[in-house]
Structures are given as structure tokens and as C-alpha cells.
């Protein structure tokens, strides 16, 4: 048996992409399985040193940790019209949010290098993610970037939204889905140790999609609040058909996300991706 040691996030959508493999109903056979559950930042920041042999990431982090792991093309978060939100309170300019001190949830999130590229030159202050509203409640910051459940309740908390970064990059790009977080195995790992984990995280997400509400039971505990229906809508907007499989638009938008950061001066290197492709279709889980 080799120990696998498979780092996500605290989150309900990747609860939801693991839902098959946390039920033992893909084919993982030879390797053993530990879930290291962690917050973004990180995991982001494990992944520049190669800590775990399989991990998820922000596209930004990838960047810099590319060296030691290769990008699984399924298990990827893309936002179809939305993305990361900007809110801020109800009084606030845009033009006084990108003057103004913004709350970002880490330097190595692909929304803060999105915030970015919307505002060049915008400060930002680091705060954890599920710490972003308070920042500006408190008048710690006059913004903030919001991912996760904060996305969802954000009006709650008194705020209005600023700007949608999904939306907004969607405008920009001629309709191109944001692209936020991935999977990626590490390279050191037998090819056929890539491929077996690759394919399971496929089927896994399968299984999810087909069995949404059991799927669900197991997210549910991880939402932060939200209800069933509000998980459910939040899960799905990030976990679909496109999460399997990104297509011609998902691929591209991942290098024009890249492209445009490396003229930014986020990244220093353009990135080419080395894609680990499962086998396509509707997977094969077991159900034995």
C-alpha cells in the first residue's frame, strides 16, 4: 500500500468533488488514502515546497509550485460568469474601493492576482478568507474580496457588491470563464500512480454529480452556515460538467489567465500546462 496524502480545502464544493472517493467508490486500489484538509493559503503555500503527493491549489500558486506538480484536467473550479466579489458598504465608490485599502484572502489566491488585474494598482492587505467581511465591517479595510460562502452571504452582513471579478473578466475576455483553483499530483510519482489519481478524482466528481443530494449530505457540514438549498446553489456553481471536463473555452481561459498576469507582472514566466487527462465519459465508479 502506498500512503496518498490528498490535500483540500475546509470548503463545501471540494467536500462535494471528493464525495467518491471518501466513499470508497473509485477505483484507488494499492494506494492509501489520507485527506489533508487545510485552508487555501495553505495548501498553496505546502505546494511550493512539493509537501503532499497530491493537492488542490489556486491557479495563481500554481504558477510558482508548476516544478513539483503536474495539472490534473479534471477537479477544475472555473467560474461561468461569476467569480471572486469585491463588496464593500453601501456608501463606497468604486473609484474609492480601488484607492482604498482592500482585504485580500492571500497573495497566493488566484483571486487576489485577479483583483489585480481588474485595479493595477490596488492595496491590499492579506486576511484569512472567512475573515474578509469582518475586515471591512470593523473598518480594517474599506473592501474586501470575498471567495467561498462569503460570496453567498455578503448582503446579509450589510454590504453591496462592487464589482463580480468573474463577471468582469467574462467582459474582458469575450466570455471565458474565470479560472480559480485545480488539482495536481506530484511529479516524482509513478506515471501510473499520476494517472490511478488523476482518474479517481474524474470518477469521483462523477459519482458527485450524479448523486447530488448524498453528495450534499457530505458537504453540507463543511458550508459555513448556508442551507441546503444555498449549499447546493453554491456547490453547483463551481462543481459541473465543465469541473470534469474544461473544454476548448476552460483550457484557453487558463492560458489567457496566465498570459495576462504574465503582463501584469504576476507572473514572471509565461506557463505552459502539462495536462494529466483522465479518461472522458461519465467515469467508472465502483458500486460494489
Known amino acids: 500500500m502506498k500512503t496518498i496524502r490528498i490535500g483540500h480545502t475546509l470548503d463545501a464544493d471540494d467536500a462535494f468533488m471528493f464525495y467518491g472517493i471518501n466513499q470508497g467508490r473509485v477505483d484507488l486500489e494499492g494506494l492509501e488514502i489520507v485527506h489533508e484538509l487545510q485552508p487555501m493559503q495553505q495548501l498553496n503555500r505546502w505546494s511550493l515546497e512539493g509537501k503532499l503527493e497530491m493537492t488542490a491549489f489556486s491557479f495563481a500558486a500554481f504558477a510558482q509550485a508548476a516544478r513539483h506538480y503536474r495539472p490534473i484536467q479534471s477537479g477544475i473550479s472555473l467560474g461561468h460568469g461569476t467569480g471572486p466579489l469585491v463588496v464593500a458598504r453601501p456608501e463606497t465608490s ?147 460538467q465543465s469541473t470534469l471536463d474544461p473544454g476548448e473555452s476552460g483550457l484557453r481561459a487558463v492560458a489567457e489567465f496566465y498570459r495576462r498576469a504574465h503582463l501584469a507582472g504576476l507572473l514572471r514566466d509565461p506557463l505552459a500546462m502539462d495536462w494529466l487527462v483522465p479518461v472522458s465519459g461519465e467515469g467508472r465508479p465502483r458500486t460494489e
Not at 492576482?113 to 490596488?122: D, E, F, G, K, R
Not at 492579506?126 to 460570496?151: K, M, N, P, Y
Request: glycine letters at 8%.
Open 94 to 240: 468604486i473609484a474609492e474601493v480601488k484607492s482604498g485599502l482592500l482585504a485580500s484572502p492571500g497573495d497566493l489566491t488566484s483571486a487576489h492576482w485577479l483583483t489585480h488585474l481588474w485595479s493595477p494598482s490596488q492595496q491590499t492587505r492579506q486576511v484569512r478568507f472567512d475573515q474578509t467581511l469582518e475586515a471591512v465591517l470593523s473598518g480594517e479595510t474599506l473592501a474586501a474580496v470575498v471567495i467561498h460562502e462569503g460570496q453567498m452571504s455578503y448582503r446579509e452582513a450589510g454590504l453591496k457588491l462592487v464589482v463580480d471579478l468573474g463577471a468582469w473578466w467574462a467582459e474582458e475576455t469575450g466570455g471565458l470563464p474565470i479560472p480559480l483553483g485545480l488539482n495536481g499530483v506530484r511529479r516524482d510519482l509513478e506515471a501510473g500512480v499520476q494517472a490511478k489519481l488523476a482518474q479517481g478524482l474524474h470518477d469521483s466528481i462523477a459519482l458527485a454529480l450524479r448523486e447530488v443530494e448524498p453528495a450534499l449530505d457530505q458537504a453540507l457540514p463543511l458550508a459555513r452556515g448556508l442551507d441546503r438549498d444555498r449549499c447546493r446553489e453554491f456547490v453547483l456553481r463551481y462543481v459541473n
